[in-house]
């Protein structure tokens, strides 16, 4: 094991925060977190690595059980203060009512820095006294963090100033919204808690930083390279006679449909893991576009093309747009979706020769010979429509504080509609671009597709910082 590696030990009354702040500000969601006080017993160390080295670590402790007594006994030690720490660690082992105080001193013996939290909500009583005044005494590295743990931060500034008395760096921190910016402000506060620590915490944080934007990076490659791969799909199957054909084009109409669903949730699940959401199984806002399925009339209206920017694209080149526009003008509400629901589910309903077209032209269906072929996508729409629900997912992933556990009980209000659409405002240019990409996604090895998916990319590196700044 490395040493000289940093270690916070989270310190305080039992079901402050504790374990929620380290889980958020540690982004490990495997900290157990729980509402009933005084679960954690032992403490457990909490690794953060990133690329394979362990920059820094965080020691979830159970929190203070009887502050008055190990207050008392340490006013009675004399020697210096690390011989106090000592007689006060060996006084804590010798009594069993004293175990959990014991472990939760043993980080801080054996060096780490302390993280004290506080839930701001509630008024603060003599037991807290005890234990800031203890560790003042001690006089180890420490901030105080107040987490708002209920919303109410009624008695925050009374937490304040009783928090200065013993504590040089005081920060408010919400452990169920807080996101990279407000974990970064807290690892540069925690420079300034020790002098000796200013390099190796400075050392942290331009890791930290580094790291986010790779994130930021990786993201943008993730769903480049997905979107290529939907959009040049293709898939064809035999006619063996001209009955058969309807039944073949919904065959291949579910497998070309749930491929696209498929690669999707490869995409997604890597952007997931970029951002170390590991182990819960993550439920989206109930309301979110996301549960929609891509290739419904509901995606389609609110994450395709505005009307104005199909009027833009069309535009911009002409004859070169072609086909995607027509066929991205008809899903507009001409029965488009009907069709296409038609031709997946109900074949009894595939009357007009009309109806099979739109739908056959949105998927690119051709026939030829004696194969029918699905593919490469034939309406630029559906490009918008996958761009903008990974930017939900991304964003869902980016700003989701590891250490707030409540995935069912969202109370978000109702997706705003005007905001589900990401690419509703971009200009001209980067239609155009997308249209160049769309395009050449045929072939995805071509020059042309390379250099499109590199504006792509950083088009969408753009749109991703946005996404996560805006908060
Ligand atoms: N709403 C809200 N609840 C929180 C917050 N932090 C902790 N909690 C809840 O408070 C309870 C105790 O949290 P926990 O982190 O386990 O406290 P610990 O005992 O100090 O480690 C859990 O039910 C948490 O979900 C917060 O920032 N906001
Ligand atoms: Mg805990």
Known sequence: METNIPEIAVLGHPNEGKSSVLSTLAEDDSVRISPYPGETTTCRTFPVIIDGREILRFTDTPGFQNPGRLLAHYRSLTGSTEQKLRDLL??????????????????????????????????????????????????KPRMAVINSKDEDSRSVDRWKDELAIHFNSIRRFNAHRAGYRERLALLEALKSIDQDWQQTFSGVIAVVEQNWNNRISASAHIITRFLTES????????????????EVRARLTERYTSRIATL?????????GLFRHRRFDYRLPP??????????????????LSKNQLILLGGLSGGAVGAGIDVAALGHGLGLFTALGAVGGALGALTGRKRLDYASSLLGIKISGARLTIGPAASISLLFVLINRSLHYFEHMANWSHGRRDYQELSQPPEDQSIANHTSDWPAAQLKLCNEFFRSAENPESEKHRAAAVDMETLLVKTLLAVVTQR
């Not at 959009?231 to 309807?246: I, M, Q, T």
């Not at 576009?289 to 290739?295: A, H, K, P, R, S």
Request: charged share 25%.
């Open 90 to 139: 060996a006084y804590a082992a010798s009594a069993t009512d004293l175990a959990e105080d014991h472990e939760l001193l043993t980080p801080v013996a054996r060096g780490a820095g302390i993280i004290y939290v506080v839930n701001g909500a509630r008024p603060i009583r003599h037991v807290d006294r005890d234990e800031m005044e203890l560790l003042r005494l001690i006089g």
């Open 231 to 246: 959009l040049g799909l293709k898939l064809s199957a035999g006619l063996e006679n001209a009955a058969a054909e309807h």
């Open 264 to 272: 999707e949730k490869q995409a997604h699940d890597q952007i997931r």
């Open 287 to 304: 309301r979110s576009i996301l549960n929609e399925e891509i290739f419904s009339e509901r995606s389609w209206q609110l994450l395709g």
